[in-house]
């Protein structure tokens, strides 16, 4: 059996793609049910998309002694601040809110809201790893040679949280899109 542990994965198990099978991704925008909630969880998981590409282009450019270090350090700090709060704030509501009730629409794919539950999970030692590499390149700022080698290290770490958030956001993405699609938002607020 494959592994369904966040590191391992390369999506869901078929059993877990019924619905996507009804609604894949190429219909998405054209059908009636997209509506408002679905572009909002889509638009997020966007954005911390896009945050972790600037913050990598950003680690580049200061190792490439393209950013001063007080310019490299305060985008970090804003950036990574904004990243790990809205990720934290998405998984919390998903957790509370969300899977609990998509996960009753549907008996099929129920136990997928398991596993997503686990990625958060996962993903908040990646964000404890992000958060201590993160501040390793803060503290150096004073020594620029130890402040690049950090942000080395970050770059690193940074590469392995988008690795397994994209892996985590895609599933997500073709688990709960279609149970949105199928079964409406009405009740989801």
Do not use: C
Request: no cysteine; charged share 30%.
């Amino acid at each position: 059996m494959t592994s369904l542990a966040l590191a391992d994965r390369k999506g869901l198990p078929d059993a877990l793609q019924v619905l996507l099978a009804e609604y894949p991704r190429a219909i998405w925008e054209i059908d009636p049910g997209f509506d408002g909630l679905i572009r909002f969880w889509l638009d997020r998981h966007l954005m911390f998309r896009r945050v972790v590409a600037d913050m990598q282009k950003d680690a580049q450019k200061f190792i490439d002694s393209g950013f001063d270090t007080d310019q490299y350090a305060s985008r970090l700090s804003r950036l990574g601040g904004m990243f790990v709060n809205g990720l934290h704030e998405h998984h919390t509501i998903e957790d509370t809110y969300y899977f609990p009730k998509l996960a009753t629409k549907d008996t099929r794919i129920e136990s997928g809201f398991a596993i997503l539950d686990k990625d958060h999970h996962d993903i908040d030692a990646l964000l404890n790893k992000f958060v201590g590499t993160a501040n390793d390149v803060l503290n150096a700022r004073d020594k620029k040679p130890a402040m690049r080698s950090a942000t080395g290290r970050f770059e690193t770490e940074l590469g392995v949280l988008e690795r397994l958030l994209d892996r985590h956001l895609n599933d997500e993405e073709e688990l709960i899109v279609p149970v949105i699609l199928k079964f409406g938002s009405a009740d989801l607020g």
